[in-house]
């Protein structure tokens, strides 16, 4: 009796399955690939084997994201692109998501992405992203003229490929733009691409050396964020920082411009051209690099530092790290450049010291921001275990107009009971008359450590009666 039952069961239960199949079999060609779009292509492809219905269905998908890493050699790779986009032309189906990691491991692998973007830069390509790894520099891929006058493209990502000489451009569309490791024409080629796009609001630029560019120029009345970049090369890329090239800058002409990062110090001049009221983040991670550290007082370097620090002034919430606070602190010791301005509209800050910048440095970076109400601060290669080299450390007397009036909130990241934090805790509770928090990123490795971090830190005394030390 039970097995009759359990048959009938096992019987009613493949029916159903067959008839869930059926169902979804049914569905219009249309309504299929939208819902496998969702889906990683990989995934995609394997469904070609459910059945016979569904053989081809995975070809009509409008996005795809494939990688050369997951065929069995390079040539694997490039028949199966070749069939799928011989295939799309013949159905009209046409793509609007294209995304390729290609990597080319030997010159003598035949190039591709040309004539690939030649067949999907269609009317309904939207977002594009090309990258290639492991490529010599002398044979890179070529972007072809047909991606430049692409209408309705609105992303694009291009990471180490050759971008050629610039007929005309034409993207109305395109908001983002990343351009990653890639070789141009000329600056005014790449400054073409930049500028023409009227629509562009995100760009991301990271260049490494060579790529036949001297002076990074962006100019656009739409720009709303940017990061610029410049890496020395690796491997058949390499080039010494001492021999990057003079007379190689960064030219910002963006009136619209709200967030900045900047990660290049290998330019001789970073400038910003346009009134910078509209900032309201920068993050200022690697301007000026050992090439500024000079020994005699030059008037156009000079001239560049200030200049740059004067245009961002007027920033709203600013991130500076440790590399930047050490060229800080050397201009401080040795007079060589001038003072920072005062950023009077700061009211957010994010920084990182090394310890051996931090006595002098903290205090005398705090004057420039007057109206300062929240500190994030940390302490970059720290070891805790090296306590011998810091103990002698004591944070300056001077008391930043910031610590009388504004800052509210303090916040120590990566903090433990070395006496580097414990100076830091202790210059901010007695010298900050309205503090109401001050924020402990506690590290340590066991409780009873912590226990006596807390007794240390409720021992010391506040200048501000209404502050609380928050552990997290």
């Given at each position: 009796?039970?097995?009759?039952?359990?048959?009938?069961?096992?019987?009613?239960?493949?029916?159903?399955?067959?008839?869930?199949?059926?169902?979804?079999?049914?569905?219009?060609?249309?309504?299929?690939?939208?819902?496998?779009?969702?889906?990683?292509?990989?995934?995609?492809?394997?469904?070609?084997?459910?059945?016979?219905?569904?053989?081809?269905?995975?070809?009509?998908?409008?996005?795809?994201?494939?990688?050369?890493?997951?065929?069995?050699?390079?040539?694997?790779?490039?028949?199966?692109?070749?069939?799928?986009?011989?295939?799309?032309?013949?159905?009209?189906?046409?793509?609007?998501?294209?995304?390729?990691?290609?990597?080319?491991?030997?010159?003598?692998?035949?190039?591709?992405?040309?004539?690939?973007?030649?067949?999907?830069?269609?009317?309904?390509?939207?977002?594009?992203?090309?990258?290639?790894?492991?490529?010599?520099?002398?044979?890179l891929e070529v972007i072809p003229q047909s991606l430049y006058v692409c209408d309705t493209l609105v992303s694009l990502r291009l990471h180490r490929v050759?971008?050629?000489?610039?007929?005309?451009?034409?993207?109305?569309?395109?908001?983002?733009?990343?351009?990653?490791?890639?070789?141009?024409?000329?600056?005014?080629?790449?400054?073409?691409?930049?500028?023409?796009?009227?629509?562009?609001?995100?760009?991301?630029?990271?260049?490494?050396?060579?790529?036949?560019?001297?002076?990074?120029?962006?100019?656009?009345?739409?720009?709303?964020?940017?990061?610029?970049?410049?890496?020395?090369?690796?491997?058949?890329?390499?080039?010494?920082?001492?021999?990057?090239?003079?007379?190689?800058?960064?030219?910002?002409?963006?009136?619209?411009?709200?967030?900045?990062?900047?990660?290049?110090?290998?330019?001789?001049?970073?400038?910003?051209?346009t009134n910078t009221v509209s900032l309201d983040k920068v993050n200022v991670a690697f301007v000026f690099g050992e090439h500024d550290f000079i020994d005699?007082?030059?008037?156009?370097?000079?001239?560049?530092?200030?200049?740059?620090?004067?245009?961002?002034?007027?920033?709203?919430?600013?991130?500076?790290?440790?590399?930047?606070?050490?060229?800080?602190?050397?201009?401080?010791?040795?007079?060589?450049?001038?003072?920072?301005?005062?950023?009077?509209?700061?009211?957010?800050?994010?920084?990182?010291?090394?310890?051996?910048?931090?006595?002098?440095?903290?205090?005398?970076?705090?004057?420039?921001?007057?109206?300062?109400?929240?500190?994030?601060?940390?302490?970059?290669?720290?070891?805790?275990?090296?306590?011998?080299?810091?103990?002698?450390?004591?944070?300056?007397?001077?008391?930043?107009?910031?610590?009388?009036?504004?800052?509210?909130?303090?916040?120590?990241?990566?903090?433990?009971?070395?006496?580097?934090?414990?100076?830091?805790?202790?210059?901010?509770?007695?010298?900050?008359?309205?503090?109401?928090?001050?924020?402990?990123?506690?590290?340590?490795?066991?409780?009873?450590?912590?226990?006596?971090?807390?007794?240390?830190?409720?021992?010391?005394?506040?200048?501000?009666?209404?502050?609380?030390?928050?552990?997290?």
């Amino acid at each position: 009796m039970e097995e009759r039952f359990s048959k009938q069961q096992r019987m009613y239960d493949e029916s159903y399955i067959r008839a869930k199949e059926d169902m979804i079999s049914k569905l219009p060609d249309s309504l299929l690939c939208q819902i496998l779009s969702y889906l990683p292509t990989k995934d995609t492809v394997g469904t070609s084997v459910l059945s016979h219905r569904w053989k081809s269905v995975w070809l009509l998908v409008p996005n795809l994201d494939l990688s050369s890493s997951e065929f069995p050699d390079y040539n694997a790779f490039v028949s199966f692109m070749d069939r799928l986009l011989a295939f799309s032309r013949e159905e009209n189906s046409l793509l609007y998501k294209l995304k390729l990691s290609i990597q080319k491991e030997d010159e003598k692998d035949q190039s591709c992405v040309t004539r690939w973007i030649d067949s999907v830069a269609n009317p309904k390509l939207k977002h594009l992203d090309i990258e290639c790894t492991l490529a010599n520099r002398k044979f890179l891929e070529v972007i072809p003229q047909s991606l430049y006058v692409c209408d309705t493209l609105v992303s694009l990502r291009l990471h180490r490929v050759s971008l050629g000489e610039l007929e005309s451009v034409s993207l109305p569309s395109l908001k983002t733009m990343r351009l990653e490791h890639n070789v141009y024409a000329s600056d005014a080629s790449l400054e073409l691409l930049i500028s023409s796009p009227p629509a562009l609001e995100d760009l991301s630029v990271v260049r490494m050396v060579p790529d036949n560019v001297k002076v990074l120029r962006v100019r656009s009345q739409s720009l709303t964020s940017f990061h610029v970049d410049y890496l020395l090369g690796e491997g058949d890329d390499y080039v010494d920082a001492l021999v990057r090239g003079e007379g190689s800058g960064v030219l910002i002409d963006a009136p619209r411009l709200k967030y900045l990062k900047f990660d290049d110090d290998l330019s001789d001049s970073k400038i910003i051209t346009t009134n910078t009221v509209s900032l309201d983040k920068v993050n200022v991670a690697f301007v000026f690099g050992e090439h500024d550290f000079i020994d005699v007082v030059d008037l156009p370097k000079r001239n560049i530092v200030r200049g740059f620090f004067n245009s961002i002034s007027g920033v709203k919430e600013m991130k500076i790290s440790s590399h930047t606070i050490e060229f800080l602190d050397y201009n401080r010791e040795y007079e060589l450049y001038d003072p920072l301005p005062q950023f009077c509209n700061v009211s957010t800050l994010k920084v990182a010291f090394y310890v051996s910048n931090l006595d002098m440095m903290l205090p005398t970076l705090l004057e420039s921001f007057p109206n300062l109400k929240s500190l994030v601060l940390k302490l970059d290669y720290y070891d805790p275990s090296r306590e011998e080299e810091a103990e002698d450390i004591r944070l300056s007397s001077v008391v930043p107009p910031c610590l009388m009036s504004s800052l509210e909130s303090v916040k120590i990241k990566r903090f433990n009971r070395g006496p580097v934090n414990m100076e830091v805790a202790r210059y901010f509770l007695e010298n900050s008359l309205v503090l109401k928090k001050l924020v402990l990123d506690f590290r340590c490795s066991v409780v009873e450590e912590g226990f006596y971090m807390l007794r240390d830190l409720l021992a010391l005394p506040r200048r501000s009666s209404s502050c609380q030390v928050l552990l997290c």
